[in-house]
């Protein structure tokens, strides 16, 4: 008797390249062709998800300062706390912060990043937009170079207006997130999207203002901090002083306490602050001071 083979089988047997469904052949070469396909869709997205992923991974988000700039700076919020209540204990270590307002200037600024390097010092710069903006590219390049050197950068506002932001000494908060705001995008636009600062300084200080709850709520409903100081060299206070009337001054307000902040000015007829900066410096390190920037 007689076996009967199967059609499939002896396909099979005889290597033909194909699979043979309801009496139809189907080349092999086709159905690889797919898969082929199909792995090759595969392999050029998982590739594509790498180099995304590796592009992201080159994007850093800088928050005040630079990579470099990490090492040397201390939580905002925390002094800030500390100045509310005047408490400027630290637990026995001496720290100060160097912060310079108003800037950038063609004249100072220049000068004080130099004495900042000689004496391998970092400090905090509260930046004015409207005076960036009249410095023209010389200020945005200075800006782009105290980033670079490792300095924190600090909001300080646009216009500086004082009738503007509190008129009758009173806050006006729409006029004043505006304010900042602007500058906050001038910053992003010499630095780059990826900068931010969640520090900020009040022009004249949060400490000179009435109504000032509202800016609170801003402030902490977008994770920033308001910095004011608790020492000066009075280069913008009563009459002008020369160099050694500023150095006394900041000493004799920073004598006494663990943590200082120190208040200066960068801008334009602040000479005489570029000429103390030295001695200033010199103080806190022979008083073993650690420098270190707000962010």
Known sequence: MKRKLNFKTVALALGISG???WGAS??????????????????????EAEENK????????????????KKYTYDAKKVAQKLAKYDYSNDGKK???????????????P???????ENNVKATFFLTGSNIENGGETAKE??????????????????????KLYPGRYLDIDAFK?????????????????FST???????????WKGMEPLDKYLEENDMVSIDWNALNADAEGPKKNAQELTDYAIKTAEGKEMVVMLMHDTYGKEETVKALPAIIKYFKDNGYEFRTLV
């Not at 080349?27 to 997205?45: A, C, M, Q, V, Y």
């Not at 300095?151 to 500086?160: D, E, K, R």
Request: hydrophobic residues 35%; negative net charge.
């Open 142 to 163: 200075l800006i782009k170079e105290e980033f670079n050197r490792g300095h924190a950068i600090a909001n300080h506002g646009y216009s500086h207006d004082i009738k």
């Open 19 to 21: 699979i043979v469904v």
């Open 95 to 109: 720290v100060v912060f160097l912060t310079f307002d108003d800037g950038t200037s063609k004249t100072n600024t």
């Open 26 to 47: 189907i080349p092999f070469t086709k159905i690889l062709n797919k898969n082929h396909i199909k792995n090759d869709e595969n392999i050029s997205i998982s590739a």
């Open 198 to 208: 969640k520090v900020i300084r009040c022009p004249g200080g949060y400490m000179s």
């Open 178 to 194: 505006a304010d900042f705001e602007k500058n906050e995008e001038l910053l992003k636009s010499v630095l780059g999207e990826n």
């Open 111 to 117: 000068e004080v990043l130099r004495i900042l390097d």
């Open 54 to 69: 590796k592009e992201e991974e080159k994007i850093v988000n800088y928050v005040g300062t630079n990579e470099e700039g």
